[in-house]
């Protein structure tokens, strides 16, 4: 079984590297359920149906924070404005990526959240909801 690190990982917004990104991760696909009713004060199994469309999730990405980086800067103005982003991409390694699936959009949510440590790197933390498509891994590489 192949094990990937994040030591190769990064973000990229379009074809240019988001700064000093240090780890990122998603929440995943979920499905929203609710219990059938049951019939007559049954006591057995309650069971579980699908109650709406899956939800595609969220993302998130976080590293040192670099004021001068165009791309921190960019990605804030898309949060700022609400675009749909078709273009983010989480790389675990060279060869091994994830990005929204076809039709799909991520809205970034939160831009420059900014920490400060007095004894510390600044760090800046972002994250996305992503809209009508899941993620779709792109390569297997290691």
């Not at 309650?46 to 001068?68: C, H, M, Q, R, Y």
């Not at 804030?76 to 990005?99: P, V």
């Not at 996305?128 to 891994?137: F, K, N, V, Y």
Request: charged content about 15%; overall charge neutral; hydrophobic content about 40%.
């Amino acid at each position: 079984m192949a094990k990937i690190s994040g030591k190769n990982g990064k973000v990229m917004y379009g074809s240019v590297v988001v700064a000093e990104q240090v780890s990122w991760s998603m929440s995943g696909v979920t499905m929203p359920t609710t219990k059938a009713p049951t019939a007559f004060g049954d006591t057995g199994m309650a069971v579980k149906e699908i109650t709406d469309l899956p939800d595609a999730g969220t993302l998130e990405f976080n590293g040192n924070w670099d004021p001068s980086n165009a791309t921190q800067k960019a990605l804030h103005t898309a949060c700022a404005a609400g675009t749909h982003l078709t273009n983010l991409y989480l790389y675990a390694n060279t060869s091994t990526f994830w990005r929204v699936g076809t039709g799909g959009y991520i809205i970034v949510t939160k831009s420059q959240a900014i920490t400060l440590p007095r004894n510390n790197f600044g760090t800046i933390a972002f994250s996305g909801d992503i809209s009508t498509a899941a993620m779709e891994q792109v390569g297997t590489g290691t």
